[in-house]
């Protein structure tokens, strides 16, 4: 006898249904956290604030023309501003950072990664307000200096942009030297050993092997910076001492404050706006550089 053959429609039908129940759940998730919630903030856009808050929906474009003004123009500059050194400066902490754990033994490196990570064990909160410990006028840091005679009155380094960058930093260190150690890590020894048997010096293979094929971790780890950086309220409100106006003090304010959810909901469009281009661009960057290294 013949085996029973299932129609090819049952067949897709069967596949579909598989899929289905295998991405229900991870769509379902995106749908109602991430999907409604940006249909949401979209719609808010469109409308604007009432007499004494709430919202009035009638559609207007009038938030998008306020973005233009110069004093929200700034504090978006601002935000880019921090977030861009702060990312800048963790690629020069974490690569080298990453480098030398890599060249450890394999038994220290685990040792050396829990230290990386050590941080994220404490809560954020209590983390930054150790930095005003640390800065403040009558602070370890203005102590010390003082008590050196290095200085002869304590500094200014609570409530300044510095103390900003130097809190996200602090904060955010880990999520570059985690995907530059991954990167370095799977690189292979091979290569950087073919380039010294060619007669390279240590300076030459690393900028001609090593750093052209961990570039791809580098953007990851740029990206896993700056993203957070850039929207980030708890630091620079209390390293900022409110002088230092991010935009994500901002939208806070919008929302809490002047309870204006359109204008409030049309800046952090932006914003998202601005991290998926961010985001496309580190795509793209990674794929040139992945294809180029394949071609050579």
């Not at 995106?30 to 009638?58: D, K, S």
């Not at 910076?225 to 630091?235: A, K, Y």
């Amino acid at each position: 006898m013949s085996a029973t053959r299932t129609p090819p429609r049952a067949a897709r039908r069967e596949r579909l249904v598989g899929r289905l129940a295998t991405l229900g759940p991870g769509l379902g998730y995106l749908t109602v956290f991430m999907l409604v919630p940006l249909a949401l903030v979209l719609g808010y856009t469109l409308f604007h604030r009432g007499r004494f808050g709430g919202i009035v929906y009638e559609a207007s474009a009038d938030n998008y023309t306020r973005v233009a003004d110069g004093l929200y123009l700034g504090v978006i500059w601002t935000s880019v501003k921090i977030a861009g050194i702060t990312t800048l400066l963790a690629l020069l902490l974490g690569y080298p950072t990453a480098y030398l754990i890599a060249q450890l033994p394999r038994a220290w490196r685990t040792v050396a990664l829990v230290l990386v990570v050590l941080p994220f064990w404490t809560n954020f909160l209590i983390r930054t307000y150790a930095w005003i410990i640390l800065l403040n006028s009558e602070g370890i840091i203005n102590r010390a200096l003082t008590g050196l005679g290095i200085i002869q009155r304590p500094l200014e380094l609570l409530y300044t942009q510095g103390a900003v960058v130097g809190g996200l930093l602090y904060a955010y260190l880990p999520l570059m030297v985690l995907p530059l150690y991954s990167a370095i890590e799977r690189l292979d020894p091979q290569l950087r050993e073919a380039s010294a048997n060619l007669g390279a010096r240590p300076a030459r293979t690393f900028w001609s092997v090593t750093l052209p094929l961990t570039l791809p971790g580098a953007l990851t780890g740029c990206v896993f910076v700056f993203v957070p950086s850039l929207g980030n309220f708890v630091i620079p409100e209390l390293l900022g001492g409110g002088r230092t106006v991010m935009v994500g003090n901002l939208i806070r304010d919008q929302f809490l404050k002047a309870r204006d959810w359109p204008f409030g909901s049309t800046l952090a469009l932006i914003v998202i706006a601005l991290l998926v281009l961010l985001l496309m661009a580190q795509a793209w960057a990674a794929r040139r550089l992945t294809d180029g290294t394949d071609r050579a």
